[in-house]
């Protein structure tokens, strides 16, 4: 006698002495030795059914295993773990998240089918995808899970994504990636962790991924492997999916294979038999009930765990769907349901009648999962706020194992399943529309009401939303298909809870924090129409209409974050507006909830700045701050500390670097007190520090803050492939570009572009970004065709995610028409500066500095034609606009007085140009003090106009003077250097003084050569002021081979067809 026959003899032997389970709570007379035999043999079952490899025999063992449990739930009232796990799923690289179904039946074909697809396909380059094809309740997962277990010693490795939608996908994607790389799970944007994933198992071999619930597969597509080296299984409702996958259709079960898993789920059949040996009476009626339930899989399985655990025949249940008042009903109509599914329906009401009929409170908590999304149902839900579900049930669930004993009864009949790992229930779509079909319109109001509050309840609170720390943001994660559910509801039903505005508040804040720009308008709309409305109802308590207007604050709030994340500011400033008067006129100060009045001031700064409204802008971040640093709430520094932040930013702006630097420093310490010194949060601290340094030149600083947030996001991500890994390359990029070690920048820029290729398709903004860096980078190389190619790469991303109006547009647009001028393209170029203008107009406002900043680039344009009319005006605005917005002050002021200048220098009207430079001069002077490189500029242009108006001796003092300035603030070997060399010598070239014009011409040449190498453009231009020297000294054969030298090397670097050649 084998291990087996000796556990089927032995249960065969105790259940002699056991009463019928029905009877078993009244029965008085078991002793202890029995109910301790019991669990004996229950640990037996599973331990004997974990280590065979047989599956015939498993599947015996488990069937003893849930008939032990039966008898344990009869003793207790509570049902012990019962399932046999495999030997696969012991495995630690399975990761299949359901027990093998022991009573799986039939569809071996289309397992053939399964694995010889992915064998057949082995020598193919192509990503093996196959999906499985059928309606709701066909069996598609069941059969994945089936492949799983029965190929697992195919593979290395199995995994499951869950795919209803890209909110539940995501979370199935950190949780496994939680699992295989959790060292690259750090990130708080889903989509870097699905990316990391996806790299992950393209460089592993042999493994299936099954991606369940796919009815949507665009959504997830970008995320899957597109490696050879694994399988992947997906699992979908829709046909129309990706043409390059192959498809295996899955329909209706055969009336044979029907009838096999009605009568194996009902216990009925141990093993596969003759149909002949079952009575014929019990044989004729489940082949009339499996031709009812249409050959479903789902039906037939939720019909035969009926039967089985009613312990009745096949005949009776039969009789009860043919004859019941409500089975005859839901057979007339169709109500939510498809037609396909219409005569399964009254299987699952007979289930829930019966479990009504045994514990009603476990019903209704079976009606109120047909109210939410059926995968991941928390448990949450249900025990954490028990009152919301009132009545009997609520009382239930204030026990401590009221939960537990609701949820055995409730699992019983196999409406709703139970994940204990995760503490997460499911149930099928097919059952929820069947029990929602029952429901009268008042029945569906209240479960809808009970359900918003419910998930409202455990959503995370909007300023806990608003810190983003990973923990929060997770949470959100894991609750957002029963918030996107309980909302959708409200579309279709008249609820007017104030809760449904909360949760849309702060769901709509979770989408947008997660980037969910569409999704977030959707429900950010529906929250403002939905204050709106019920501030406008009667008979409203003081209480309950401040609450109300503070929602629509919110609200409104939102919605304005969610226009100037997307650049519609001109549609975000009246929401920000009536947002922050709505809290003034309701949030005294010193109310405990006064701080959001201190948010909605930050906000407005923020857009103001944006703007180019500098001086309203500082005034809002003053007013915030004055109100962040009187909260108490430590939870609330945070708040403080961002005020700090993106003051320090627009100090930044404003060239006011020891302010910047001052409030920059401030965020940086609370930041640290707050989260610890290693936390990611502070690399973008270091980051704002080292934008400061490098703006001021002072480029060591900032390289040291650059590389210092580097290390720290290094060693907290430990890994590569993670956008704060490419922001800190983009930060060192720019910082080498400005000190023009073009080398290293492209080097830094290129290290960004790889890792947001690696994690983002091809058309993310982050990589337009990277190609907008590398454009302006080729740009200043004179490489204007790979830069125009880069910068058109750049608008072909933003044309797909941006609107048409987005100021990023015009940006591009006004760098294209600097390339197009370089390149001689004159109609070109005057076409996209106007068009740069015009949007930053249009998007912005006309006395934005950006505007100032394109008008004084367009005149720049006209002066190099010579078309001083045109261009006067366009500079006078800048000048004017500049003044208006920054105050007379400000150092923009000085490149303005520069730029007409200029324009009056060219145009030979002395006298207006050198009242421009000397107003400049003092300007800087007045600001900066005397030693700073902003003077020797200013310095030079005096000397330059001088130079031109023939005044030599007023001149030579001030390049000299310029030039003593560069060599005391920089290193030796500074390009700048060379820049005052050259300037000195045109001096004395003009003034005919040659002999003391060679020697700073060829120490000019030879730093230019020690810096950037022989192959430079800019060696060109040395060499060009040598040889001209030469010429106008009659030095004539020293001048030829460096004018020829020049030539070559600009053939050699922009190619013979350049303008600049001729």
């Known amino acids: 006698m084998n291990c087996l026959e000796d556990v089927l003899t032995d249960w065969a032997e105790i259940k002699k002495d056991l009463p019928p389970l029905l009877k078993l709570r009244s029965y008085k007379n078991i002793s202890e030795d029995q109910k301790k035999c019991l669990q004996d043999k229950l640990d037996e079952c599973i331990h004997m059914g974990s280590s065979t490899q047989e599956p015939t025999k498993r599947t015996q063992l488990q069937w003893i295993a849930r008939e032990i449990g039966d008898y344990i739930f009869g003793l207790y009232g509570i049902y012990p773990s019962t399932t046999i796990l495999p030997l696969a799923e012991q495995d630690q690289n399975f990761y299949v998240p359901y027990p093998r179904n022991p009573y799986f039946t039939g569809q071996d074909g289309e397992l053939d089918d399964i694995y010889s697809f992915f064998v057949s396909s082995k020598n193919s380059s192509n990503v093996r995808s196959l999906a499985l094809v059928g309606m709701g309740g066909s069996g598609k997962t069941q059969l994945a899970i089936e492949y799983a277990y029965r190929y697992s010693k195919q593979y290395s490795a199995i995994y499951w994504l869950q795919a209803d939608d890209i909110y539940l996908f995501f979370l199935s994607v950190s949780e496994l990636a939680e699992k295989l790389i959790p060292d690259e799970c750090k990130d708080i944007d889903p989509e870097v962790i699905a990316s990391n994933l996806k790299s992950h198992l393209e460089e592993q071999s042999g493994w299936l991924l099954i991606v369940d619930n796919a009815d949507d597969f665009s959504i997830v597509k970008e995320y899957l492997p597109r490696s050879d080296k694994g399988d992947i299984l997906i699992t979908t409702r829709s046909s129309q999916i990706d043409p390059a996958i192959h498809q295996i259709p899955i329909s209706t079960f055969l009336p044979d294979e029907s009838k096999l898993l009605l009568l194996r789920r009902a216990k009925q059949l141990k093993e596969i038999t003759d149909f002949t040996q079952l009575d014929p009476s019990e044989n004729k009626a489940a082949e009339e009930l499996t031709l009812q339930l249409g050959g479903l899989p789902l039906a037939i399985d939720q019909a035969g765990a009926y039967i089985g655990k009613e312990n009745i025949t096949v005949e009776k249940y039969l009789t009860r769907y043919r004859d019941t008042e409500r089975g005859k009903e839901l057979r007339q109509t169709r109500g939510e349901l498809s037609g396909e599914h219409t005569s399964s329906s009254t299987t699952y009401t007979l289930a829930l ?19 939410l999304a059926p995968e991941s149902i928390p448990k949450r839900i249900f025990t954490e706020n028990p009152d919301i579900w009132e009545g009997s049930l609520a009382t239930r669930l204030h026990k401590p194992l009221g939960f537990d004993e609701l ?77 996107r559910k309980v909302l959708s509801w409200t579309k279709d039903h008249s609820i007017t809870d104030l809760a449904i505005g909360n ?12 980037s969910r720009y569409k999704d977030a308008n959707d429900v950010c709309e529906r929250a403002v129409k939905f204050w709106r409305d019920r501030s406008t109802s009667q008979d409203l308590s003081a209480e309950n209409l401040k609450e109300i207007y503070l929602g629509l604050a919110s609200s409104l709030n939102n919605h304005a974050e969610l226009l100037h994340a997307q650049g519609n500011y001109r549609g975000a400033r009246p929401l920000f507006e009536e947002a922050l008067g709505i809290r003034e006129d309701n949030l005294p100060s010193g109310d405990r909830d006064y701080f959001w009045v201190g948010q909605s001031l930050h906000n407005l700064a923020r857009l103001e700045t944006d703007f180019g409204n500098y001086p309203r802008a500082e005034e809002l971040f003053e007013e915030a701050l004055k109100i962040n640093k009187t909260t108490q709430r430590d939870d609330l520094r945070f708040l403080l500390a961002r005020s700090y932040n993106d003051l320090a930013k627009l100090y930044r702006l404003k060239a006011n670097f020891s302010k910047a630097n001052l409030n920059c420093e401030k965020a940086l310490t609370i930041n640290q007190e707050i989260l610890g010194k290693d936390h990611p949060y502070i690399a973008s601290n270091l980051d704002n520090l080292g934008d400061i340094y490098k703006d001021q030149g002072r480029y060591h600083e900032a390289e040291m803050k650059y590389l210092q947030a580097l290390e720290l996001r290094r060693n907290y991500f430990r890994g590569e492939y993670y956008p704060a890994i490419a922001d800190s390359y983009t930060s060192l990029g720019r910082l080498y570009q400005a000190s023009r070690n073009f080398e290293k920048a492209k080097s830094y820029y290129d290290k960004a572009l790889e890792i947001q290729t690696k994690l983002f398709d091809d058309d993310h903004t982050d990589i337009a970004s990277s190609y907008n860096n590398l454009a302006i980078l080729c740009q200043e190389q004179k490489q204007n065709e790979e830069s125009e190619k880069l910068y ?52 912005l406002s006309k006395d934005h500095p950006l505007v100032a900043f394109c008008s004084a680039n367009l005149g720049l344009f006209y002066q190099k034609q010579g078309r001083y009319e045109e261009a006067e005006p366009l500079f006078k605005q800048s000048l004017a606009l500049r003044e208006r917005r920054l105050g007379e002050d400000d150092l923009d002021i000085a490149h303005s007085l520069d730029n007409l200048a200029s324009l009056y220098q060219d145009w030979e009207r002395y006298e207006e140009a050198e009242s421009l430079f000397k107003q400049a001069l003092a300007l800087r002077e007045r600001r900066l003090g005397e030693d700073d490189l902003d003077i020797a500029h200013s310095l030079d242009n005096l000397a330059s106009l001088y130079q031109d108006w023939e005044r030599y001796q007023e001149a030579e003092p001030l390049f000299k003077q310029s030039l003593a300035l560069r060599e005391q603030l920089l290193e030796e070997d500074d390009l700048d250097i060379a820049y005052s060399l050259d300037n000195l010598a045109s001096l004395y070239q003009d003034w005919e003084r040659y002999e003391e014009a060679e020697p700073l011409f060829k120490q000019s040449l030879a730093l230019r050569e020690q810096l950037l190498g022989e192959d430079d453009p800019d060696i060109a231009y040395s060499l060009d002021n040598l040889a001209s020297l030469y010429q106008d000294w009659e030095r004539y054969e020293e001048a030829e081979p460096l004018f020829k030298q020049s030539l070559q090397l600009r053939e050699q670097l922009l190619g013979e067809d350049d303008l600049d050649i001729a």
């Open 792 to 843: 058109k790469k750049a608008l072909d991303i933003y044309k797909k995610f941006l609107n048409c109006n987005h100021p990023a547009f015009a940006t591009v647009y006004n760098n294209l028409a600097l390339v197009y001028d370089e390149q001689k393209l004159y109609l070109q170029a005057e076409e996209f500066y106007k068009k740069a203008l015009k949007l930053y107009e249009d998007t």
């Open 353 to 371: 009648e019966q479990v009504a009929f045994r514990d009603e409170e476990a019903a209704e908590l079976i009606r109120i999962c047909a109210f």
């Open 407 to 483: 949820r055995q009864e409730a699992t019983r009949y196999s409406l709703i399943q139970w994940d204990s790992k995760k503490e997460l229930l499911s149930i099928h779509a097919v059952v929820q529309q069947v029990i929602r079909d029952e429901l009268s319109q008042e029945e569906k109001q209240s479960y809808i009401k009970k359900v918003i509050l419910a998930v409202n309840a455990i959503f995370p609170k909007e300023i806990e939303i608003r810190f983003a720390s990973q923990e929060i943001l997770r949470s959100c994660d894991r609750l957002s298909s029963q918030a």
């Open 503 to 514: 949760l849309m508040n702060k769901y709509s804040y979770y989408l947008i924090a997660r």
